[in-house]
């Protein structure tokens, strides 16, 4: 897929629909981000990190049993599960923090459902030497015991949202609202190629090292 327009949009999905206190921040992440992805420096130590620390390259493993039943189809799994914490979504928050350290951000922020997705911020934090404060929804805070544990075992501080559902979406809004008040140093770490750009394009610029892994042994 091409990169976003001058406008950020992928065809005609995209753009940056935010308070006008997020405008700067937004754009301020977008220069930098911009700058460390044509920095060679800033690419050799992400990949340096996704090498040495998050355990890549993940492996590929045909799944016998399953392609059997598939009518003649080869499946062939990515095994994600064998980076450190368990999942994909350390490399995303390994690139976006060093990103933060890059832009000499004091303190990182982030949401989270399930809670993978603050494990992984919260660990890359440890590593890189930021504080980290997660958001969560109560409900979720509940189901997800294990990993708030994990969160708040590697020093990140985990903030219960009972506003609402109780979940994700009013996590979100609760970090938003942080950044929109800490922008100058704090920054906010999203954890899916979703949001206002240039969030999607940063998330899509970080994790495509397991497409590009896949495509070079197939």
Request: charged share 20%; aromatic share 8%; glycine share 10%.
């Amino acid at each position: 897929m091409p990169g976003p327009d001058e406008r950020g949009y992928y065809g005609e999905y995209g753009g940056r629909f935010v308070p006008e206190v997020l405008v700067a921040p937004l754009e301020e992440l977008e220069a930098a981000a911009t700058a460390a992805f044509e920095d060679q420096l800033f690419c050799a130590e992400f990949h340096r990190l996704l090498h040495d620390y998050v355990g890549r390259p993940t492996p590929l493993w045909t799944a016998g049993n399953l392609s059997a039943v598939c009518a003649g189809a080869t499946i062939v799994l990515k095994r994600e599960d064998c980076n450190h914490t368990g999942a994909h979504k350390i490399v995303n928050a390994v690139g976006q923090a060093l990103l933060a350290r890059r832009m000499r951000k004091k303190r990182i922020i982030a949401e989270t459902g399930a809670g993978q997705h603050g494990v992984a911020a919260a660990t890359a934090g440890a590593l890189l030497g930021l504080p980290v404060e997660i958001y969560m929804g109560s409900d979720d805070i509940e189901r997800q015991a294990l990993n708030v544990y994990l969160m708040r075992l590697l020093g990140a501080r985990v903030h219960a949202v009972s506003a609402g559902s109780r979940t994700l979406k009013e996590a979100t809004n609760e970090a938003l609202r942080d950044w929109a008040s800490t922008a100058l140093d704090t920054a906010y770490i999203i954890g899916s190629a979703v949001g206002p750009h240039p969030y999607p394009y940063i998330v899509r610029q970080f994790v495509r090292v397991i497409g590009d892994e896949a495509r070079a042994v197939m």
